[in-house]
């Protein structure tokens, strides 16, 4: 791993090289910065200051018939306001059950969950989510699927308020025509599109997106990278984002951390160094291409002990 390390830091410029002080092996003995591997139970001081969401050396573990399945170990992370970050790791190791114990949904065996410096752990109704599936409902017209979660929330606008908000977003991502229609009657793509807004006009200020792109064809997923790198540079709202796609997560997120194998913890953690407002181009930069060998290297070394442990 050291060799590797080496080997991209020989790649880099220095400027390169300074933001690479911050890729770090969070099980090295050699670590550098960063909070989240060695941060303690105590929380921050509650500041302006204190990151939108702090995962705090959580265990978690499913129990069925007798058997315990260790799916999270010990694994801290953070996103800081206003910062994308991007979380990719093997099948299976545990990134659904990191966003339900964040959600609030499940409660970890160990450790807690902090958004703004306060522990929420096991409270629901602190974030907002973006699922694999658009996941709206079909008895509703865009607008008003838009306006949901608005709906429920205790700062809700009034709703000609609510709806004209939702108007105008509509016609910025295209879909000015469409308010009135039925989901059924929008092709997947549009659909996320809707899903995507649904989360950012809810009140909650971290949004948690769950491979939202997965179910979409090359292109179209693609054209809604570029979409969504547009509306988030923005608004610049708190994102943490699953995904399978090394590319998708270096091309959209400030920080990417590297999940191990079940129980997940973070292998890696990297920093993405490319200006914004970014473009796809960036995905051509020697750089980049570095960062994505690398993570690729990773992830097929954890895959390669997976198979070897079966
Ligand atoms: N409710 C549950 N009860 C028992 N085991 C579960 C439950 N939910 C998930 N698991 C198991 O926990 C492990 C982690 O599942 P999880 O869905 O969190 O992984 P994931 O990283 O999101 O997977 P994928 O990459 O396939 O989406 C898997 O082995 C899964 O079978």
Known sequence: MRNEQNKLNDHLSDNQKNEHEHVTNQNSTTQTTLQPSDSTLVPNEVTQASPALEVMQVHASYRERRKTLSVLD????????????????????????????????????????????HDVTGQRGKISYMPQQPALL??????????????????????????AEARNWLASVG??????????????????????????????????????????DALTRSDMQRWLLEIW??????????????????LLADRVYVLSNRPATVLQEVI????????????EDSAFLERKRQISQWMREEQHKARLSI
């Open 272 to 283: 993405v160094p490319f200006d914004r407002p970014r473009r796809e181009s960036v995905t």
């Open 74 to 117: 010990n694994l801290s992370l953070t996103v800081g306001q206003g910062e994308f970050v991007a979380i990719v790791g093997p099948s299976g190791c545990g990134k659904s059950t990191l966003f339900h114990i964040i959600g609030g949904l499940l409660k970890p065996q160990a450790g807690r969950i902090l958004m703004q410096g």
């Open 175 to 216: 879909l000015a025509g469409f308010e009135r229609a039925y989901p059924h009657m929008l092709s997947g793509g549009m659909q996320q599109r809707v899903a995507f807004l649904r989360a950012l006009l809810s009140p909650q200020e971290l949004m948690l997106l769950d491979e939202p792109f997965s179910a979409l």
């Open 233 to 250: 540079e923005q608004n610049r709202r708190s994102v943490l984002f699953i995904t399978h796609n090394i590319e998708e997560a270096l």
């Open 138 to 163: 079909p008895w509703r017209t865009i607008e008003d699927n838009v306006v949901l979660a608005g709906e429920v929330s205790k700062t809700a606008l009034p709703r000609p308020e609510a709806i």
